[in-house]
């Protein structure tokens, strides 16, 4: 800060109508969904909770421990969570991978340009072409694996529970690395060149460069992008809600979408603010980390 | 003599090295375009010729308008009726946020006041709430106010949801601008408005227009607010049209590539035409720090 500190009555004035927006239609709101999940019947009681979480009909159900093991559904909070741990690596390496190639790539720029465009377009149109591409009459995936002869994986994956949550995944992979590129080749443009050249002069591959000395030199970006595509995962809707509903069964159920159906559907806004709850409280830790993060880089 | 050829053998090695990378990178690339390619074909070509032939075979493929055509005034969700209603919600949900959170960002930036970094840190959280928290809070408010199923109460919404990261993105930026030129107008007696407003607005025209080129394609985009808040499909934006956009009795993938194209249009169009704002933006909300 240069300059004398100023009073706040005149920081008011700058100040006052962001946070009246921010105030009425953010954060009150977010404290009353948190009462509304607690008061039931006008009384203070976690009922509403306990009865989420134990919820056993596949479309709203949080976690099904009578489920068969070998495919879905699970519960869309464990959906959720089989979502991060997939998607999350894919993106990061290929992100990564992706960004060191482009460095010796001529027209690196369109290909960041195509990569891209998963992020631009609306995520509603995303899931649409997820539905498409896994579509047994029009999409490429099942053609492929018709030519291949794997029968089982050349049908619409969206209609069949084994299938539906891995096309949503896979999907979301095509979308979601033109951000963890953007990230990386960012990062990437900051390492000095002569780190690389050094490596190279010394007889170093690429592959062996790409781990000893871009990935470590990449972390806090691989942090950002973790943390990001968590915060991203957890709060997953529009694809899910265009591609399958988070059928057929609830095979592809996530906690948003459970949110809106007990929301619009069951018209249980109680039991709705409290699996909202359950998922802003996920979002949290990785929030709160961002938003120190940023706040000292800021 | 002997380094010569060492540089000669590196160099050949080299070479090898880059043709293979490009050839990944390029394979890569097209992966992923290839379903917009399959949208785009799907969307230029009759369906009832794409189910038979599909959509990469092109011989003797014939091209038509005819899905453009149904999409655009498809009765009752129309992707004209879309587009403005799209519009109605996106332009003022970028305006009001941007000059509000603008402000905001000034004040942070500039002004020191108790509990400053804690109310910075409390907005900077914000930005990683599911909209899920705010939604039954606000339906039942915004009924109060007679507020549902109406565009001013969707604007509000976004207006809100937006306030955060911008504030978040225009403190940054305020940051490192310099200071001399407030400083002086501010010995010549000039307001802090008025510092604002003359000085300081002008020279942050690229971060504004950074701000708002991603506001108004994220508000385009949207969904979820307008599934809880506009309920009347003379209402509808195109994110809702086209995720309805079915056929009556099978999934017209004619139409619903059409329509996708049209949603897509100008979200691409903005990104495309303003690239290096949207990047900067981009950029400037996720890897700062």
Redesign the interface.
Known sequence: ???P????F??????L???T??T???????I??VF?SLYVDGQFSVAKYVEVVSERSPDKALIMITSRPESPPWGALVHNIIWMAIHIPLVTLLGLL?AY??K???G?S??K???F?????????GG??IR??F?E????VP?VFNALGVDFLAKTWTNYPQLSLLALILGSV?LW?G?SL??YS??LGSIPSSFIEAA?IDGAG?WHIFWKIVFPLVRP?TI?VVV?TM?WD??I??IV??ATLGGPGGSSNV??LV??QY??RALD?EA??A???I??LL??P???W????????? | MRFRLQSRRLMRLLRVDIILINIIAWCFALVWLLPFIGVFMVSVRPYGEVIVKGWWNILDATFTMDNYIKAWSYDPYSVSGGYINSLIVALPATIVPVAAASLAAYGFSRFSFPLRSYLFLLIILLMALPQQIVVVPLFLLLKDLRLINTFPGIILVHSAWGMAWITFFMKNFFDILPREVEEAARVDGASDFKIFYNIVLPMSLPGILSASVLQFTWVWSSFFFELIFLIDPEKWVITQRIANMKGTYFVDWGLIAAGSVFAMAVPLAVYMLLQRYYIRGFVGWAVKG
């Open positions: 800060m240069s300059g500190p100023r009073g706040y005149r920081s008011l004035v700058f100040l109508p962001a946070l927006f921010i009425v239609f953010v954060i009150a709101p977010s009353a969904t509304l992706l190639l482009l010796y790539t001529f690196s369109v290909v340009t195509i990569v465009i998963g992020m631009v377009i609306p995520m509603v149109v649409l072409i498409f591409m579509d009459h029009v999409g490429v053609l095509w690395t951000f953007t990230v960012a990062a190279r690429h970006a950002i990001m915060l957890l709060k809707f529009d809600y265009v906690l948003a949110m809106y929301m619009a806004y709705a603010s699996v909202a709850v998922l802003t979002t949290l990785p929030g709160l961002l938003a120190l993060r940023l706040r000292r880089g800021g």
